[in-house]
């Protein structure tokens, strides 16, 4: 019996997880644990605590707030911010942050900023563009930085890029040219520069994909999570969150009678009607309405009938020995996060990461 929502997190599986990675990767590898997107739907505090008590020396995340939140939380090790934008470098300053430097213009921006606060020296991280065409200084651009700029406050404490497609079936000739372009790019900073930064490609997938190329780091978070975009990858992992929800009213329908808004579910014989408090405003969104989505009551399968409402949703337990405040799971760690995704044409980081803040999360 539960009496809310709740996500619930195991930190023993995180800990499974923690340790498989750190396992697999040579000794003087780092790991850089991502807890962006509040640590994947898991609470970033909670999990970065978890992770640095477990041995993690460096977090990255992907906007500067988010950063903040974690030194509100306390945590002291490096946070490198993929994603900062111009209006928050400050804040990167403010809370001690690395940012990734992307773009000349955000170079430069960055640049003026430390002169302007007269830092003499701030860690930051170059990103080059190899082929994802997302976010990066292409190979022309990073020439130029190298040549051009003063670098001289920049203390320049990686150069990276991210694979596009790592958890493809190798060889994979688009992942090939892109370690290509890397390798050139490691090769230009050796020739043209006198710093030593480390340098890093992997994600989740990688890891397991490429371990010839862990280089210096590695950046991981849905593996963190118990999943790497493969099965045969996923069995070693264990996810470690549970969406459940109790049910929490019960309707006795005769047939005829309808189910939710626009009466998109109709009884085709006397049924019993379970209600949920859980929505598309808590990510489950309404693409798993209409039969769709299926969920777990006591073993059982049922299926989630009618339109998916804002905080709500409603299942047919016509054939399920249950009552109110029984547990109604949407995913754990037998049927998954990434078996309620395939079941609506998405990937299990959308489910984690699209988990509203007001559901309960609860650790044990
Ligand atoms: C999110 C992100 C990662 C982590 O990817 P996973 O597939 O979750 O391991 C790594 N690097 C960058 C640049 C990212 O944005």
């Given at each position: 019996m539960i009496q809310e929502a709740r996500l619930t997190i195991d930190l023993k599986c995180l800990a499974h997880n923690y340790s498989l990675l750190r396992s697999m990767l040579k000794e003087e590898t780092d790991l850089i644990a991502v807890v962006k997107a509040n640590a994947y739907g898991a609470d970033s505090s909670k999990i970065a605590h978890e992770l640095s008590k477990l041995g993690t020396s460096c977090f990255a995340v992907a906007y500067a707030e988010e950063g903040a939140v974690l030194r509100k939380a306390n945590i002291k090790e490096p946070i490198l911010v993929f994603y900062p934008q111009m209006g928050q470098l400050e804040k990167l300053i403010e809370h001690n942050l690395e940012p990734a430097l992307y773009s000349l213009e955000i170079i430069k921006a960055f640049i003026s900023l430390l002169k302007k606060k007269k830092k003499t020296t701030y860690p930051v991280h170059i990103k080059c563009n190899t082929?994802?065409?997302?976010i990066g200084l292409s190979y022309e651009e990073f020439i130029y930085f190298l040549k051009e700029?003063?670098?001289?406050?920049?203390?320049?404490?990686s150069v990276y890029s991210h694979l596009g497609?790592?958890?493809?079936?190798?060889?994979c000739s688009f992942t090939q040219k892109q370690i290509d372009a890397f390798e050139l790019i490691k090769a230009t900073v050796i020739e043209l520069s006198t710093k030593h930064p480390k340098f890093h490609l992997l994600n989740s997938s990688g890891i397991f994909n490429y371990?010839?190329?862990?280089?210096?780091a590695v950046r991981t978070g849905i593996a963190l999570y118990?999943?790497?975009?493969?099965s045969e990858w996923d069995k070693?992992?264990?996810?470690i969150a549970k969406l459940s929800a109790p049910i929490c009213q019960i309707h006795t329908l005769k047939k005829g009678e309808s189910v939710g808004y626009n009466q998109g579910w109709e009884a085709s014989k006397d049924s019993l009607i379970g209600v949920i408090p859980l929505g598309h405003a808590d990510g489950?969104?309404?693409?798993?309405g209409n039969g769709i989505g299926k969920v777990s009551i006591l073993g059982q399968s049922a299926s989630i009938i009618g339109n998916v409402c804002m905080d709500m949703l409603m299942i047919d337990i016509t054939s399920i020995n249950c009552e109110i405040g029984t547990e109604v799971i949407?995913?754990?760690?037998?049927?998954t996060a990434a078996d309620l995704a395939d079941l609506s044409n998405t990937i299990s980081y959308e489910v984690l990461t699209g988990l509203?803040?007001?559901i309960k999360r609860v650790y044990i």
């Open positions: 082929g994802l065409n997302r700029i003063d670098t001289s406050s920049l203390d320049i404490k497609a790592s958890e493809n079936p190798k060889p371990p010839e190329l862990q280089l210096d118990g999943f790497a975009n493969r070693q992992l264990k996810p489950i969104g309404r693409q798993y949407l995913f754990d760690q037998i049927t509203s803040p007001r």
